[in-house]
């Protein structure tokens, strides 16, 4: 342990959290230690630290908010990487096709939509109450209300696991439901948006009405990470869970939550574990029910042991 972590050292000369309990970085507030965790501040220094973990050979993940991951018990082998809040400016970019911006992978979705609203741009109401970063918004094809990212999403800035950086133009029929052709051990940098010009009264009133319906279909003040398994097509997970008799469904304190059947919440002392053995006391009702495979729409991060 201590050779990873000299080797670490060598890395990275600003501030490293040792043996960072990852439930404080994640929304469902479960997940071991990470050997390491670093928070990047610019584009200049992430691309150094890739390109010496690379040379180093130390495993490394990347995280946003932690709000669509469950991390294990056991933790994460290597180096987490933490797009915070000092990665997050925003551009206005000049270009033909309209008003576009330029936005850092590390920027909250509520700071995106509080600089549309007070620039009177359009297009991205419907996140209102997501609470991911770019980064993970665009990973994941995050969306709601009928609205996804990939709609104004024109492009983005990718770093390889080498330190080279692509720009990737993108188009709609890239993405698919919460997902696209994700490049795989790349991160997204940033993401360009093509928005449209409308009043600030007016974006304003539609992310009040969106927030409005969040609060009232969603749990409050309980940890979770959103909806934890994708809809299948042409149905609804949580009309499943709560159809097949689950909602306040426990192991420990993982719960199926009875004000909405797909969030599955932690009301306090649930580990990781838990919420996996309640994942698939779920999966196996609903299959048995419905003869319906609920697949997770959150990812599982770190050091897992084998399913029992
Ligand atoms: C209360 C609540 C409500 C939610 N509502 C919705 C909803 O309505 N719609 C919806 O789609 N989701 C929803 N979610 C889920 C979640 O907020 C979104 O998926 C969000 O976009 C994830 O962003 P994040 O920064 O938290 O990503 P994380 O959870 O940190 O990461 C998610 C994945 O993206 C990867 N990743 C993150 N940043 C980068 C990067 N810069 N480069 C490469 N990979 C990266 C991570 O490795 C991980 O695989 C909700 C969650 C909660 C807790």
Redesign the pocket.
């Given at each position: 342990m201590q050779e990873i972590k000299e080797r670490i050292k060598r890395c990275w000369p600003g501030e490293i959290l040792w043996d960072c309990r990852l439930a404080n970085f994640?929304?469902l507030r479960v997940g071991g230690p990470a050997d390491a965790l670093i928070q990047p501040g610019d584009k200049a220094s992430m691309i150094r630290l890739i390109g010496r973990l690379h040379e180093e050979r130390i495993p490394w993940?990347?995280?946003?908010?932690?709000?669509?991951?469950v991390v294990a018990d056991r933790g994460v082998d290597g180096v987490v990487i933490v797009?915070g809040r000092a990665f997050s400016a925003i551009h206005e970019l000049e270009t033909s096709e309209g008003h576009c911006i330029s936005v850092e992978?590390?920027c909250s979705?509520a700071r995106l939509l509080h600089f549309c609203s007070v620039h009177s741009l359009s297009g991205l109401e419907f996140v209102t109450?997501?609470?991911?970063?770019v980064?993970?918004?665009?990973?994941?094809?995050?969306?709601?209300w009928g609205g996804e990212i990939s709609q104004a999403l024109l492009s983005v800035e990718l770093l390889d696991n080498v330190g080279n950086i692509e720009k990737r133009s993108l188009h709609a029929d890239d993405f698919c439901y919460?997902g696209w052709q994700r490049p795989h051990g790349?991160?997204?940098?940033s993401g360009q948006f093509l928005l449209h010009h409308d009043q600030e009264s007016a974006i304003r009133a539609r992310c009040q009405r969106y927030a409005r319906l969040?609060a009232a279909k969603?749990p409050k003040g309980v940890a979770?990470?959103?909806?934890f398994f994708r809809n299948p097509p042409g149905d609804a997970a949580g009309r499943l869970i709560e159809q097949a008799g689950l909602k306040g469904l426990r192991v420990g304190d993982a719960e199926v939550s009875s004000v909405h059947a797909n969030f599955l919440v932690n009301r306090g002392k649930a580990n990781a574990e838990d919420l996996r053995k309640l994942m698939y006391l779920v999966q196996n009702q609903v299959e048995n029910q419905f003869g319906v495979h609920l697949h997770p729409?959150v990812?599982f991060?770190g050091r897992w042991e084998e399913q029992q």
């Amino acid at each position: 342990m201590q050779e990873i972590k000299e080797r670490i050292k060598r890395c990275w000369p600003g501030e490293i959290l040792w043996d960072c309990r990852l439930a404080n970085f994640s929304t469902l507030r479960v997940g071991g230690p990470a050997d390491a965790l670093i928070q990047p501040g610019d584009k200049a220094s992430m691309i150094r630290l890739i390109g010496r973990l690379h040379e180093e050979r130390i495993p490394w993940h990347v995280i946003g908010r932690g709000s669509n991951i469950v991390v294990a018990d056991r933790g994460v082998d290597g180096v987490v990487i933490v797009l915070g809040r000092a990665f997050s400016a925003i551009h206005e970019l000049e270009t033909s096709e309209g008003h576009c911006i330029s936005v850092e992978a590390g920027c909250s979705l509520a700071r995106l939509l509080h600089f549309c609203s007070v620039h009177s741009l359009s297009g991205l109401e419907f996140v209102t109450g997501i609470p991911g970063s770019v980064g993970g918004a665009i990973m994941m094809n995050a969306g709601a209300w009928g609205g996804e990212i990939s709609q104004a999403l024109l492009s983005v800035e990718l770093l390889d696991n080498v330190g080279n950086i692509e720009k990737r133009s993108l188009h709609a029929d890239d993405f698919c439901y919460r997902g696209w052709q994700r490049p795989h051990g790349k991160i997204v940098i940033s993401g360009q948006f093509l928005l449209h010009h409308d009043q600030e009264s007016a974006i304003r009133a539609r992310c009040q009405r969106y927030a409005r319906l969040r609060a009232a279909k969603q749990p409050k003040g309980v940890a979770n990470a959103g909806s934890f398994f994708r809809n299948p097509p042409g149905d609804a997970a949580g009309r499943l869970i709560e159809q097949a008799g689950l909602k306040g469904l426990r192991v420990g304190d993982a719960e199926v939550s009875s004000v909405h059947a797909n969030f599955l919440v932690n009301r306090g002392k649930a580990n990781a574990e838990d919420l996996r053995k309640l994942m698939y006391l779920v999966q196996n009702q609903v299959e048995n029910q419905f003869g319906v495979h609920l697949h997770p729409e959150v990812l599982f991060l770190g050091r897992w042991e084998e399913q029992q």
